[in-house]
C-alpha cells in the first residue's frame, strides 16, 4: 500500500491528525510531510502494524499508549498503561519549579520526586538542574519498570524506590516534588483516561485529598532547613490544600499558581526561602 491508502485507511477509523501521527511515527517522519510522499509504497510489516494500531485507537486506547512514547520537556519517555499519561500541565509545574530553583538555590540540591510513574518529572528535573541527587519514588512496583526503562533511554542516574511516598524514609531533600492522584473516587471523569490509566494513579479517596494527606504528614522530617516543595493540585483542590499544610507545617509560605488555561493548578510551600 502506498502512504495515501494507509492514510485514506486511517482517517476512515480514526481522526485524521491522530492517523498522521501514527504513520509519521512508523515511517520516522514528520507528520506535515507525509503530503510529500502520497505515492511512496510502504512496507507490508509497516501497513500490518499501522492497521493494528489505527484500530487501537478506534477502540479507545489512548494515542500515547499507542505509540509508545510521549515528549516532555525535550525528552521523549516510554510509556504504556503502566503508568499516567505525562500532561502539559505538569510540564507547567516542572517549568515553574525549574525557576524557583535557580532563583533560591545556589548549589547542587538533593530532589525527590513522589509517585514519580513514568519518571518525567524527576528526570527532567535531574537534566536541567544537575542536582546532587535525585531519588524516584512509586508504591507500584510495575510503574518502576517503566521508570527504569526512561532512566536508561534517558541516562539517568536517579535511584528508584519502591515504597509509600515518604514512609520510613529519613533522607532530608532541598525540594520535594509531587504530582500525586487526586480525583475524588465518585468523580466523572473520561471514558478514554478512566478506562485505559491506572486507577491507583488517579484515585485519592473521597475528597481527592489522601495523598497530599499523607505527604503533608509524613515529609515534615525530610525537608531540609531551606527547602521547596511543588504540588500539581486538581483545580477546585487549593483551599483545601492549604488547609492540610497549615496543619501539618509551620513557618512556610504557600504559594498558588494557575496554569495556562487560568485554573489553580500548582501549589508551592517555601521554608526558609522567600
Known amino acids: 500500500m502506498t502512504i495515501e ?48 494500531e489505527v484500530l487501537a485507537l478506534e477502540e479507545g486506547r489512548p494515542l500515547q499508549y499507542v505509540i509508545g512514547s510521549v515528549n516532555f520537556f525535550g525528552n521523549r519517555f516510554y510509556i504504556d498503561e503502566r503508568v499516567l499519561i505525562p500532561r502539559f500541565e505538569t510540564e ?12 533560591y538555590f545556589d548549589e547542587p540540591i538533593d530532589i525527590v520526586d513522589l509517585g514519580c510513574g513514568s519518571g518525567a518529572i524527576g528526570i527532567t528535573l535531574e537534566k536541567k538542574l544537575s542536582p546532587k541527587s535525585v531519588d524516584l519514588i512509586d508504591i507500584s512496583k510495575e510503574a518502576l519498570e517503566v521508570t527504569k526503562i526512561n532512566c536508561e533511554k534517558i541516562e539517568s542516574k536517579a535511584n528508584l524506590i519502591q515504597n509509600d511516598f515518604l514512609e520510613g524514609i529519613d533522607k532530608k531533600y532541598d525540594l520535594i516534588i509531587s504530582n500525586p492522584p487526586y480525583i475524588k473516587t465518585n468523580e466523572e471523569i473520561e471514558d478514554i483516561v478512566k478506562n485505559n490509566e491506572p486507577s491507583i494513579a488517579l ?17 515534615k522530617k525530610n525537608m531540609k532547613d531551606k527547602c521547596l516543595i511543588a504540588f500539581e493540585i486538581g483545580c477546585d483542590q487549593s483551599n483545601d490544600i492549604i488547609t492540610l499544610v497549615q496543619e501539618y507545617l509551620e513557618d ?15 501549589l508551592f510551600i517555601f521554608k526558609n526561602i522567600k
Open 5 to 52: 491508502e494507509l492514510l485514506v485507511f486511517g482517517k476512515s477509523h480514526c481522526h485524521s491528525d491522530h492517523a498522521k501521527i501514527l504513520l509519521a511515527e512508523l515511517l520516522n517522519k514528520n507528520p506535515l510531510e507525509l503530503l510529500n510522499y502520497l505515492e511512496e509504497k510502504v512496507e507490508e510489516e509497516i501497513v500490518d502494524k499501522y492497521k493494528k
Open 203 to 219: 484515585y485519592a479517596g473521597d475528597d481527592g485529598l489522601d495523598c497530599y494527606r499523607k505527604i503533608l504528614s509524613q515529609v
Open 252 to 266: 512556610v509560605i504557600i504559594e498558588v499558581k494557575k496554569d495556562l488555561s487560568d485554573k489553580d493548578r500548582m
Open 92 to 103: 507547567e509545574l516542572v517549568e515553574n519549579t525549574i525557576k524557583y530553583v535557580e532563583e
